[in-house]
């Protein structure tokens, strides 16, 4: 199979088919008592099969040059064999040859932010100055190493500075799913809005450039504030960064909701997206109040709750059907401008 001109793109097709079916064999299994796997595990294979396909055609430019995209199209072609190995990981006893495993994925998610940094280097060079939406799209694949490290530190059992296999595999599910889905919709948005002369300027761009840059570097504050909560066992450090991503998602989703939905052509996009953007706001809500319970010491729903609504949730109806609705937007855009040029010839 060749690795240039249209077959990333079918391949990436067949790559989500065969993750999404996977995946979704993993799940009956569970329901069935043939696996332990716990809810933190099925969100992490959901990002390893799933949202990692979805997301990858949005985080690689179309203009980049011819080198470039046939490192992208290797990594298309890589991205099923690596999610496989990585997946098995969780099949195995915990320990150096699941961590084995893991690592596998691990040196791809470092194969992808390298390629983001070369992305972001050219676009750099070309521009000069990048734009909040351009920079969420380009820096989504730079913070994936941490969550692949992450990973193989859950699947090794290992604890650094005293953080337990729980606290591991919840690092590793925000470090894959806040860069892959909700970096990757916030860029998508921003492009959404800044095409628009209603939206470009004022009060909604403002309040654009203030959610995103809260997505942009939330991951940074997430990691540390758990170091920070860890080492001097004070809670509010690890609190702030998710009131801080609460707000800027439920931000970004009244603004998607006011302006991307009703451009969205498509009946099927238009209601991924925007059961997307509902599904964020609702659990961004439920992580507000969790943070704030947990901060003030009163009653609050507990972790199990939180990772089955804010977790599971978040991945498979902001992620998974956010990132689906954009594919379809997309593409029928891109169909309705070659038709258009077309026409015009």
């Not at 079916?21 to 043939?34: D, E, K, Q, S, T």
């Not at 690689?60 to 890589?78: E, I, M, N, R």
Request: proline letters at 4%.
């Amino acid at each position: 199979m060749s690795l240039y001109r249209n077959d990333p793109v079918r391949w990436n097709w067949i790559s989500l088919g065969l993750g999404g079916g996977i995946w979704g064999g993993i799940v009956c299994a569970r329901l069935l008592g043939w696996t332990q796997l716990n809810d933190l595990e099925i969100v992490l294979l959901l990002a390893l099969f799933v949202i990692t396909p979805l997301a990858l055609p949005f985080v690689f430019s179309q203009h980049a040059g011819p080198l470039f995209s046939k490192w992208a199209a290797l990594v298309v072609f890589l991205q099923p064999l690596a999610a496989f190995l990585g997946g098995a990981a969780f099949f195995l006893p915990t320990g150096p040859l699941a961590a084995t495993f893991a690592a596998v994925w691990g040196g791809f998610t470092g194969l992808l932010a390298l390629l983001g940094l070369v992305q972001l280097c050219q676009m750099l060079r070309k521009k000069h100055c990048l734009s909040l939406a351009e920079l969420c799209l380009a820096g989504a694949l730079l913070y994936l190493p941490a969550g692949g490290a992450w990973m193989a530190l859950a699947r090794w059992g290992l604890q650094s500075l005293g953080f337990g296999v729980h606290t591991d595999l919840l690092t590793a599910v925000h470090f894959h799913v806040i860069p892959l889905a909700a970096l990757v919709i916030t860029g998508l948005t921003g492009q959404t809005l800044h095409n628009s002369p209603v939206t470009r300027h004022g009060i909604c761009w403002t309040a654009y450039r203030a959610a995103a840059f809260g997505v942009l570097i939330d991951p940074l504050l997430v990691a540390a504030g758990l170091t920070g909560a860890q080492i001097t066992g004070l809670p509010d450090l690890d609190t702030t960064p998710a009131d801080l991503l609460a707000l800027s998602l439920i931000l970004l989703a009244l603004l998607g909701l006011r302006f991307v939905v009703p451009t969205t052509v498509s009946r099927f996009a238009q209601m991924l997206v925007a059961l997307s953007y509902l599904t964020v706001f609702f659990t961004m809500l439920v992580a507000g109040t969790y943070a704030l319970g947990a901060a003030t010491g009163a009653w609050t729903i507990t972790i199990a709750q939180m990772i089955a609504i804010h977790g599971l949730e978040n991945a498979l109806l902001f992620g998974c059907g956010g990132l689906l609705g954009w594919r379809l937007r997309t593409e029928q855009e891109s169909q309705r401008s070659r038709g258009g040029e077309e026409c015009a010839c």
